[in-house]
């Protein structure tokens, strides 16, 4: 993991205060009815901390978003950003950044006019920064919103979400329909608000994205917390692969019934090995092999890790 996801938690630290916790979550439960959507769950964001909030559809992301929002009341326990719900608390909800999963304005509005409403709102627009992110994420805001594509749309959510430098992200989904150059611009964005001390709190299915950017993960299922860990704290328990390149062509039953092996991608002479287990077994065979050259990490398998997550067992656990 690179050196930029480790940042964050300690981003108030450095500017000489103590990380505290600026989104909770309190035995929260909600239900709809007789469906229960949310069960008993205990979350915090600190500040200065980007979490990522995952969970496959239905889970109940979004719901604890809307909760958090104040949009929705929990049927049992608490939901607090600075402290308090935000519930019919305007003075709050202006300092806090929000992008919902389904993002949508009157398509007869343009961007502009939708960031000079929210600036009324928040007391008062910051153009520079709005010129700032449209030119960043090279966004025409004259256009009506029922003219742009699917990420064109994206990105003026984007823009209101950050253009009042807010203290706190909610963010559901937040580069749906977005091209990989601007998903790049959205992560260097987030990453500056943490560093700032903003607390972050998003939900993605995009993997890869989680692994880059959360400092730490929580991933519910079935209106359950399963797991709160690190990213360091997942990656001791997902398999690791490792890329070994041979001056000759590889058998391609090289590491066959090798202890530790659960897979092997032979292409010529390389092969991707992955292991669930010491390496040691695999590099005993790998130093009799056909003049080994190399060997090199070919990344921790997190995403198989996660779907495991995913389709386990509701029961709540932590790694």
């Known amino acids: 993991m690179s050196a930029s996801t480790h940042h964050t938690a300690a981003a108030a630290v450095a500017k000489g205060s103590t990380p505290h916790p600026l989104i909770v979550t309190q035995r929260v439960s909600k239900r709809f009815g007789s469906v229960r959507a949310v069960a008993e769950l205990s979350l915090e964001v600190e500040a200065g901390e980007i979490v990522g909030f995952l969970g496959p559809n239905g889970a109940g992301k979004t719901t604890t978003i809307r909760m958090l929002m104040g949009f929705i009341s929990p049927s049992s326990g608490r939901c607090s950003v600075f402290g308090a719900s935000l519930r019919d608390r305007w003075d709050l909800r202006r300092r806090v950044g929000y992008l919902p999963g389904d993002f949508r304005m009157d398509p007869s509005m343009c961007g502009r006019d939708l960031f000079q409403w929210f600036g009324r709102l928040?007391?008062?627009v910051n153009q520079s920064r709005v010129d700032d992110l449209t030119e960043r994420l090279q966004l025409d805001p004259t256009r009506p919103f029922g003219?742009?594509?699917?990420?064109?749309?994206?990105?003026?959510?984007?823009?209101?979400?950050?253009m009042n430098d807010p203290e706190v992200l909610i963010l559901d989904e937040p580069t749906t329909g977005l091209d990989p150059l601007v998903q790049r611009d959205f992560l260097e964005l987030v990453r500056a608000c943490a560093?700032?001390?903003?607390?972050?709190?998003?939900?993605?299915?995009?993997?890869?994205?989680?692994?880059?950017?959360a400092s730490r993960v929580a991933i519910i299922r079935a209106g359950r917390l399963v797991t709160v860990a690190t990213i360091d704290q997942l990656a001791e328990h997902a398999r690791h692969r490792l890329e070994l390149r041979f001056a000759n062509p590889v058998p391609h039953d090289l590491?066959?019934?090798?202890?530790?092996?659960?897979?092997q991608q032979v292409d010529g002479r390389s092969v991707v090995i992955t292991l669930d287990g010491p390496a040691g077994p695999a590099m005993e065979v790998a130093a009799k092999g056909p003049g080994l050259i190399r060997v090199s990490s070919a990344g921790d398998d997190l995403e198989?890790?996660?779907?495991?997550?995913y389709e386990g067992p509701p029961e709540s656990t932590h790694a």
Request: aromatic share 10%; charged share 15%; proline share 4%.
């Open 255 to 263: 590491f066959v019934g090798v202890p530790g092996v659960v897979a």
């Open 304 to 309: 198989d890790l996660f779907l495991k997550f």
């Open 122 to 124: 928040r007391g008062g």
């Open 195 to 213: 560093a700032n001390g903003a607390a972050v709190l998003f939900s993605s299915h995009v993997l890869p994205e989680v692994e880059r950017l």
């Open 147 to 162: 003219a742009l594509s699917k990420g064109n749309r994206q990105k003026i959510g984007i823009v209101q979400a950050f």
